[in-house]
């Protein structure tokens, strides 16, 4: 009894053994040594595009003056804009609203009711060198109120892909020198990962320049620039 019951032990101690070494084998594998930087780019963008929020606000006695008023107003506004080779499609009306305000007087008395209109446009402005006279037309034609511009970039995606390789390529020059002070050359990438901003549009205020139009030359306007910033973090083998 005591034979059949050894050797069926022995085969299952051998068994662990064989597998413990397999195992240890495995574990102590080598891992391939890597490098890991991180390329950065700028790239600077000349703004070609612009959006300006134009309106119109008038008060009457009552909500059919104050409307009447308003729709006059307006239309020479857009008329006017158009008229400095703004295409009608570039042009959108993005507020109308018309509502009740009470009056008073300089000791705090009812006054009575007026009625308020606000029409506000929107225009996308494709020739940046027209912003000053559109500003300037719109005021004479009735507008009073310039709720500001913002430039932007039209097209984005070759500026970002110049941004994409002027990062790759900081990235190797990083990899490239620090592997060759640690006395090795690097190996193929192991992993790549990107990213980048949207560059914000740059918001430019009018309302001063707007209150100051009426005798001089047309509104001072400058676009700027846009930065861009793209990053790639990459991992290479060393050897």
């Not at 909500?63 to 009447?68: E, F, G, I, N, R």
């Not at 993005?94 to 009470?102: G, I, P, R």
């Not at 001063?208 to 930065?227: D, F, N």
């Amino acid at each position: 009894m005591r034979t059949k019951l050894f050797i069926p032990t022995i085969l299952i101690l051998a068994a662990a053994l064989l597998s413990a070494c397999s195992g240890s084998v495995q574990f102590g594998q080598s891992q391939p040594r890597t490098i890991n930087v991180t390329g950065n780019a700028q790239v600077i963008l000349v703004p070609d595009i612009a959006y300006i929020s134009i309106g119109v606000h008038t008060q009457a006695q009552s909500a059919k003056d104050a409307v009447a008023s308003n729709n006059t107003e307006t239309q020479a506004v857009i008329d006017a804009i158009k008229a400095q080779g703004v295409d009608a499609k570039d042009v959108q009306t993005t507020n109308f609203s018309v509502y009740q305000q009470t009056q008073t007087g300089p000791n705090g008395e009812n006054q009575g009711i007026v009625f308020m209109t606000d029409n506000t446009v929107y225009v996308t402005m494709r020739d940046l060198t027209k912003i000053g006279p559109i500003l300037d037309a719109s005021i004479a034609a009735g507008a009073n109120n310039i709720y500001g511009i913002t430039f932007d970039v039209q097209d984005k995606e070759k500026a970002t892909q110049s941004g994409r390789d002027q990062a790759m390529a900081d990235a190797q020059t990083q990899a490239e020198q620090l592997a060759k002070s640690a006395g090795a050359s690097l190996g193929p990438v192991q992993s790549i990962s990107y990213y980048s901003n949207a560059p914000t549009p740059i918001y430019y205020d009018t309302k001063a320049a707007a209150a100051g139009v009426g005798g001089g030359g047309s509104v001072p306007i400058s676009s700027g620039q846009l930065t861009l910033i793209v990053s790639v973090n990459v991992t290479y083998e060393l050897k």
